[in-house]
């Protein structure tokens, strides 16, 4: 739930190897989430959600900019193409 798309999404920012310990904080936050039920004070949920998105947000502001292919990467894609056509 949550938590799985907590995970995807610092995989995708490749942030977790940058700030482990932040990003084990913000999955924890996340299964918190996951956990609370409709029995629970909603400004619990609303808490936790609040801590969340603010570790997120400077999670994604840790994050490694994008890798773009390089010349070999783009020679493999025009030879793929090529081939392909």
């Known amino acids: 739930m949550i938590a799985d798309k907590i995970r995807e999404e610092l995989d995708n920012?490749?942030?977790?190897?940058?700030?482990?310990?932040?990003?084990?904080?913000?999955?924890?936050l996340a299964e918190v989430l996951d956990n609370l039920g409709s029995g629970d004070a909603p400004t619990s949920q609303a808490m936790v959600a609040d801590k969340l998105a603010a570790i997120m947000t400077k999670l994604r502001g840790l994050a490694p900019p994008a890798m773009?292919?390089?010349?070999?990467?783009?020679l493999t894609d025009r030879r793929a193409k090529r081939r392909g056509a």
């Open 13 to 28: 920012l490749r942030v977790t190897l940058v700030s482990p310990g932040m990003s084990a904080v913000a999955i924890q």
């Open 68 to 74: 773009e292919g390089d010349a070999v990467d783009e």
